[in-house]
């Protein structure tokens, strides 16, 4: 018994590293905990801990805890995570079928450096044709997102946190975008870096903070809202110091 509640409580803390917003994996790990015979479940989960007891019929009582140190966005594990504590709560698994699986969601790659790099690229230069600029922008604009995903590339391996990283990336855009227009290349920055500081916005922590505040976790949305906020004074910050330092028109 006690082996499988340790088996929920990383799954929890799986899915919020992948993404999940806070009220999900409460309400994953009280079902996943009743399933298995649980008598009371109490979670306590805010962006950067989580903390979970199990009080058992026997009249014992187990609690861990997790410290969560970073979290990305990873729909496709988030999914099989869900799908396993579906499983869970239907009974179908043993305490070695939940390691095996877990070991096997846990195991999964991310995308290829290079496509990510793709990505970066293909969003950036379709921004800018969305917002008014042209052919040559969009093209200068795409090769400016495959060194954009770069750079947080770098930034993440010498594990900076998000906001250094946010301001890095975005000191760089407007760095190469202006270096463009003294070159004379376009005759405008405004529409390639708008189309490349698009690819920085925390719209996704943005929502899951909302989401968390309206489903009733006040801290967990605050905390969520707070580095959202953060994130966005980065990107602004970054943006200035280029314009402040090259004298360059706001």
């Not at 990283?165 to 405008?188: N, Q």
Request: hydrophobic residues 50%; neutral net charge.
């Amino acid at each position: 018994m006690l082996e499988k509640l340790g088996y929920i409580v990383n799954i929890g803390e799986q899915m919020l590293l992948s993404g999940a917003e806070v009220h999900r994996v409460e309400e994953s790990i009280n079902r996943m905990g009743y399933a298995l015979g649980a008598k009371r479940v109490d979670v306590f989960i805010i962006t950067s801990s989580m903390v979970v007891t199990f009080h058992l019929e026997n009249g014992e009582t187990y609690t861990q805890t997790r410290r969560i140190l970073s979290a990305s966005t990873d729909y496709e594990k988030l999914h099989r995570l869900n799908d396993l504590s579906r499983n869970i709560c239907s009974g179908e698994l043993t305490s070695e079928d939940i390691k095996n699986k877990l070991s096997e969601i846990s195991a999964l790659k991310c995308f290829p450096v290079w496509v990510e790099v793709l990505c970066y690229a293909v969003i950036a230069g379709a921004f800018t044709l969305f917002f008014g600029g042209g052919i040559l922008e969009a093209a200068f604009s795409f090769a400016i997102g495959a060194v954009l995903r770069t750079v947080i590339y770098f930034c993440d391996k010498i594990n900076s946190n998000k906001i250094f990283s946010k301001f890095v990336s975005s000191a760089t855009i407007t760095l190469l975008a202006f270096a463009l227009v003294r070159l004379k290349l376009i005759p405008s920055a405004d529409t390639v870096i708008i189309g490349n500081i698009m690819t920085l916005i925390p719209g996704i922590g943005l929502t899951n903070a909302l989401r968390d505040l309206f489903t009733g976790d006040s801290i967990a949305g605050l905390l969520r809202f707070i580095e959202v906020f953060l994130i966005a004074l980065a990107i602004a910050a970054g943006y200035f110091i280029v314009v402040i330092l090259g004298g360059m028109p706001v």
